[in-house]
C-alpha cells in the first residue's frame, strides 16, 4: 500500500499554514514558529522543532512534508560556479545553477551569491540555443519546489544566497502562479527566506500578457528578457515566441512595464556566430534599448550537445560590444561561467536522462 503524498509546507505562506493550525485547533502562531525553524533555523526535521508539543509534531508529519527535493549531482567548475542536479518526488530532474560571490551573472564585480533557478520540468517554448527544451515540457514546479532550491542550494554549499535569478529550466511567466507565490515566502522578512525583491530577477522569452500582468504587481522584482535578436526575422529564428508576440509588442510591453515600475530592465543577449552578432543587429539592439534605459548583457553561446550554434570569435564579441558602447548604453559582456560543467541549462539534466 503507497504512502499517502503529503502536503509540502514550503508551497504554503503564512497565512496559509495558519489557517491550517486553526484547522487543527492549534493557535495562528504556531505558523510563525515552525517557519522559523524552517527558513530561519533551516531545520529539516519536525522532531528537532523542540518548542512544538510532541502530539501537534506527529500531527504535522502526517500531512506535511519539509523536503521535497533531493541532490543527484553536483558539479564545480574551474571559476567556482557549482551546478545542482535535482530529483523531485516524482523522479523527474531539475538544475540549479550557483554563481560564486565574486563575479556576478552580468560580470560585474559583486558580493552577491546568485543562485540560477528552474521554474518548470523542461519548457515549451523551444528556444533554438536551450538545452532545457529539447525533451519538451513536462510540467510546472510548485512553489516549495522553487523555494527548496535555494535551502538546498544553501546547505550543500554551505553559503548564502542572497541573489535569486529565474533564468534556469523553463519560462517562469509561464507557471504564473507558482512564481508569485514563491517570490512572496522568498522575499518575506518577518517569516520567509528574506531576500529582498531587487534581488530577485525574472527573466522571460517574452510572453507579453505576463509581462503587463507582473508590472501590475506590486512586488518590486527586476525584469530580464530574453531578446537574443532585434529584428523580427532574426528573433524569429532562434525563438519560436515570437511568431505570437513579435519584437515591437515585446517592446510595447517593456514600455508598460518601465512606465508602471519605474525601473530599468535587462536585455539579455546571447550571441551566436553569423545568427544574430552581425553589426546590424548590434545597431539596431542599440535602438530598442535606448527609450527604455535598458541595460544590456551580452553572452557568448555555451556550447550545447545536438545543436549547430556556436559561440563568435572574441574579436567579433568585442565588435558588437563596442558598437553598443558608442550609444552610451549600459552593456556588460559576460565571459563563459561554468563553460567547463556544461552550466547552460539543461544540459545536466540530458546527459543523466540519456545514460540512464
Same mark, same amino acid.
Given at each position: 500500500?503507497?504512502?499517502?503524498? !503529503?502536503?509540502?509546507?514550503? #508551497? &504554503?505562506?503564512?497565512?496559509? =499554514?495558519?489557517? %491550517?493550525? *486553526?484547522?487543527?485547533?492549534?493557535?495562528?502562531?504556531?505558523?510563525?514558529?515552525?517557519?522559523?525553524?524552517?527558513?530561519?533555523?533551516?531545520?529539516?526535521?519536525?522532531?528537532?522543532?523542540?518548542?512544538?508539543?510532541?502530539?501537534?509534531?506527529?500531527? !504535522?508529519?502526517?500531512?506535511? #512534508? &519539509?523536503?521535497?527535493?533531493? =541532490?543527484?549531482? %553536483?558539479? *564545480?567548475?574551474?571559476?567556482?560556479?557549482?551546478?545542482?542536479?535535482?530529483?523531485?518526488?516524482?523522479?523527474?530532474?531539475?538544475?540549479?545553477?550557483?554563481?560564486?560571490?565574486?563575479?556576478?551573472?552580468?560580470?560585474?564585480?559583486?558580493?552577491?551569491?546568485?543562485?540560477?533557478?528552474?521554474?518548470?520540468?523542461?519548457?515549451?517554448?523551444?528556444?533554438?540555443?536551450?538545452?532545457?527544451?529539447?525533451?519538451?515540457?513536462?510540467?510546472?514546479?510548485?512553489?516549495?519546489?522553487?523555494?527548496?532550491?535555494?535551502?538546498?542550494?544553501?546547505?550543500?554549499?554551505?553559503?548564502?544566497?542572497?541573489?535569486?535569478?529565474?533564468?534556469?529550466?523553463?519560462?517562469?511567466?509561464?507557471?504564473?502562479?507558482?512564481?508569485?507565490?514563491?517570490?512572496?515566502?522568498?522575499?518575506?522578512?518577518?517569516?520567509?527566506?528574506?531576500?529582498?525583491?531587487?534581488?530577485?530577477?525574472?527573466?522571460?522569452?517574452?510572453?507579453?500578457?505576463?509581462?503587463?500582468?507582473?508590472?501590475?504587481?506590486?512586488?518590486?522584482?527586476?525584469?530580464?528578457?530574453?531578446?537574443?535578436?532585434?529584428?523580427?526575422?532574426?528573433?524569429?529564428?532562434?525563438?519560436?515566441?515570437?511568431?505570437?508576440?513579435?519584437?515591437?509588442?515585446?517592446?510595447?510591453?517593456?514600455?508598460?512595464?518601465?512606465?508602471?515600475?519605474?525601473?530599468?530592465?535587462?536585455?539579455?543577449?546571447?550571441?551566436?556566430?553569423?545568427?544574430?552578432?552581425?553589426?546590424?543587429?548590434?545597431?539596431?539592439?542599440?535602438?530598442?534599448?535606448?527609450?527604455?534605459?535598458?541595460?544590456?548583457?551580452?553572452?557568448?553561446?555555451?556550447?550545447?550537445?545536438?545543436?549547430?550554434?556556436?559561440?563568435?570569435?572574441?574579436?567579433?564579441?568585442?565588435?558588437?560590444?563596442?558598437?553598443?558602447?558608442?550609444?552610451?548604453?549600459?552593456?556588460?559582456?559576460?565571459?563563459?561561467?561554468?563553460?567547463?560543467?556544461?552550466?547552460?541549462?539543461?544540459?545536466?539534466?540530458?546527459?543523466?536522462?540519456?545514460?540512464?
Amino acid at each position: 500500500m503507497s504512502s499517502p503524498v !503529503l502536503q509540502n509546507l514550503l #508551497s &504554503l505562506t503564512h497565512d496559509e =499554514l495558519a489557517a %491550517r493550525f *486553526g484547522a487543527l485547533g492549534q493557535p495562528a502562531y504556531r505558523a510563525k514558529q515552525v517557519l522559523h525553524w524552517r527558513y530561519r533555523m533551516r531545520v529539516d526535521a519536525w522532531e528537532r522543532m523542540t518548542d512544538l508539543p510532541a502530539p501537534l509534531r506527529a500531527a !504535522l508529519a502526517e500531512q506535511f #512534508s &519539509l523536503s521535497s527535493i533531493a =541532490l543527484v549531482r %553536483r558539479l *564545480g567548475s574551474n571559476d567556482t560556479t557549482q551546478k545542482f542536479l535535482f530529483k523531485l518526488g516524482d523522479g523527474q530532474l531539475i538544475e540549479s545553477v550557483l554563481i560564486p560571490a565574486s563575479t556576478s551573472l552580468y560580470g560585474e564585480r559583486s558580493d552577491r551569491r546568485t543562485l540560477c533557478v528552474s521554474t518548470q520540468v523542461g519548457c515549451a517554448y523551444g528556444c533554438k540555443f536551450c538545452a532545457s527544451g529539447l525533451d519538451g515540457f513536462t510540467r510546472n514546479l510548485t512553489a516549495g519546489e522553487i523555494v527548496e532550491q535555494i535551502l538546498q542550494a544553501e546547505a550543500i554549499s554551505h553559503e548564502r544566497v542572497d541573489n535569486v535569478v529565474f533564468m534556469g529550466m523553463g519560462e517562469p511567466l509561464a507557471n504564473f502562479e507558482n512564481l508569485m507565490q514563491s517570490i512572496q515566502i522568498l522575499n518575506n522578512q518577518a517569516w520567509g527566506v528574506g531576500i529582498g525583491a531587487r534581488h530577485i530577477t525574472i527573466s522571460t522569452s517574452g510572453l507579453v500578457p505576463r509581462i503587463r500582468e507582473l508590472a501590475d504587481q506590486p512586488i518590486q522584482v527586476r525584469l530580464a528578457i530574453s531578446l537574443h535578436g532585434a529584428t523580427d526575422d532574426v528573433r524569429g529564428r532562434i525563438m519560436p515566441v515570437n511568431q505570437r508576440y513579435n519584437v515591437a509588442a515585446l517592446m510595447e510591453a517593456c514600455q508598460y512595464w518601465h512606465e508602471r515600475k519605474k525601473q530599468r530592465l535587462t536585455f539579455e543577449y546571447i550571441l551566436i556566430a553569423g545568427v544574430n552578432d552581425g553589426d546590424a543587429q548590434a545597431e539596431r539592439l542599440a535602438r530598442l534599448a535606448d527609450p527604455l534605459k535598458a541595460k544590456i548583457n551580452l553572452i557568448p553561446y555555451n556550447t550545447v550537445t545536438g545543436l549547430d550554434w556556436e559561440r563568435p570569435a572574441i574579436d567579433r564579441q568585442d565588435a558588437f560590444h563596442r558598437i553598443l558602447r558608442r550609444g552610451d548604453l549600459d552593456v556588460t559582456l559576460r565571459r563563459e561561467k561554468g563553460h567547463d560543467i556544461d552550466a547552460a541549462c539543461g544540459q545536466l539534466r540530458r546527459q543523466t536522462m540519456q545514460t540512464a
